[in-house]
């Protein structure tokens, strides 16, 4: 009866294993990819940069690249790439589209960006440092929080490629087989709806 006992007690950690990799909608590619970004965090001293991109299907689209320094995020950069359909030209926002998308917006939104403190310039493009992260995207919204691909990992694994009712699971590795899309949505949602990651780009810093 007590061999019987210390199988079970054995085994019972590997069942437990077994259950939760099964949840994974994408295991096997989730493993080699994961495999991957272990090696790059070696060969790069786990300093690096990723661009995560976002869009709607009412005229905006947005880039953040976050900078990670021995497995710490030091830097978030935000930036529109198209506002209200205006497009950010190759060589950064003049007056004129400036110009243009206040007229789109109206004059409600340019009276909030006053009171908010920041010029409309400011809100489309944006960056902290060690000394202020989490601070200026309470007054935008738009840009990816602050994580490093560790925690990127961990969120796939956990949250979004487990397999779901009523739901399509999304998972890529094009960035040199490291994440490029992870997540998932839910029944027909057509905008917002995505609930993951979209990475543009992963690059050493060192």
Excluded: H
């Amino acid at each position: 009866m007590r061999i019987k006992s210390i199988i079970i007690s054995l085994l019972i950690p590997f069942l437990f294993l077994s259950c939760e990799k099964s949840d994974l909608k994408y295991e096997s590619q989730f493993k080699d990819s994961y495999d991957v970004f272990q090696k790059f965090k070696a060969s790069s001293n786990n300093s690096y940069f990723y661009i995560v991109t976002g869009t709607s299907f009412f005229g905006y689209s947005w880039e953040t690249k976050l900078t990670v320094e021995s497995g710490k995020v030091v830097k978030r950069e935000f930036y529109f790439t198209a506002f209200e359909s205006v497009q950010l030209p190759k060589n950064g926002w003049t007056s004129k589209e400036l110009d243009e998308i206040l007229k789109k917006k109206g004059k409600e939104f340019e009276e909030q960006l006053k009171k908010d403190g920041i010029t409309l310039l400011e809100f489309l493009r944006w960056t902290e440092d060690e000394n202020n992260l989490g601070k200026l995207s309470a007054k935008v919204g738009y840009a990816s929080q602050i994580r490093t691909l560790d925690e990127i990992y961990r969120l796939a694994e956990t949250d979004w490629i487990i397999k779901r009712e009523n739901a399509k699971v999304y998972f890529e590795t094009k960035n040199n087989g490291m994440i490029s899309t992870a997540g998932y949505v839910d029944g027909n949602c057509q905008d917002g709806c995505f609930n993951g990651v979209n990475i543009k780009s992963i690059q050493a810093i060192r």
